[in-house]
């Protein structure tokens, strides 16, 4: 094998076919070929400037690829994937006038909005992606009911999940409202659905969900839908990294909201029902839906309960009205000197 040679997954990645990860997915589902043979072995190498490699019968040609670099808004209700089975939108239907092939980096689940990378530079992909890296996401998650000092704790503590135990950089308060409250996690991993778990885990029922800055990449001015291009030493500067992933400073960048911390301790929680209360279970994800189907219903059903009425009164109104000028109509008209006063 010659010097030139790089491992299967990387060069798939480096193609802008898909992420490192995504890759190693399809080598081992066997949908990759090497020379016409399929290799399903993840420690295979390649030398790029004679194998050729095919990704879904389709031959990879790695120096027709520009490389690019997007920073998307992604809204709620639209999937982080290339393709959804169930047809729903997803975040390569925002961005259908890019001709290369790129992909999110990471992922945003349907019900969460933000900060999305997408590109199909495989390197950079992995720098941000990977653990040792610890570029830190920053998102505002606001949650039901009130958060109180015991609460707070419990969720800086993290949470054991199947994967092992995670934990939060850092948890803060940001914003209290009459029955929900803003709050800060920041992450040096970030796990698939990191947070939700760690709610879920202490009984915390998330409303929103929203990415706010990948080390020093934020969402700020991009409206959700929108994207705006970067250039590779954009992105890097922003992380604060060499193309090598080595630290440019002596410490990583990252986003540092405006938004000052609310102190629970000293100014306490809103007067309302706590976050970790059970009530709350309804707008769980799993029963989200539902219950927004049976709020519209009921919302409908007030509705057409309130339209009733409207034109059951307007109409009692109307029947009024007519009843009266009916009766002015057959008032029998006075005779006899009921003017005789006023004649002379």
Known sequence: MSDTSVR??????????????????????GRVKVNGMITALLGTKVDPSIDAVEVDGQ????????QVYLLMHKPRGVVTTRNDPEGRETVMDLCKEVNERIY????????????????NDGDL??????????????????????????????LRSGADLPGGKVVPKSVRVISQLPTKTWIEFRLGEGKNREIRKICEAHNVVVDKLKRVAIGGLTVEGISPGGYRYMTKKNVLDALGMKADGTPKFDSPIEYMSPKKSVNVKLKGPQPTTLADD?????????TYFETLKNISESK?????????????????MHQKRQARKEARLNRVPQTGNVHAKFVK
């Open 104 to 119: 999110p980096v990471g992922r945003l689940d349907y019900l969460s909005e933000g900060l999305l990378l997408m590109t």
């Open 278 to 286: 059970r009530a709350f279970e309804k707008f769980k994800r799993e």
């Open 125 to 154: 992909a992995n720098l941000v992606m990977h653990p040792k890296y610890e570029v830190i996401k920053v998102y505002e998650v606001k949650v039901f009911g009130a958060v109180n000092e015991t609460i707070l704790k419990k």
């Open 59 to 66: 031959v990879i040609d790695p120096a027709s690829v520009d």
């Open 8 to 29: 299967l997954q990387k060069f798939i990645a480096d193609s802008g076919v898909t992420s490192r990860r995504k890759a190693e997915e399809l080598i081992v589902q």
């Open 300 to 316: 409908a059903r007030t509705v057409v309960k309130e339209r009733k009425e409207f034109f059951a009164e307007r109409e009692a």
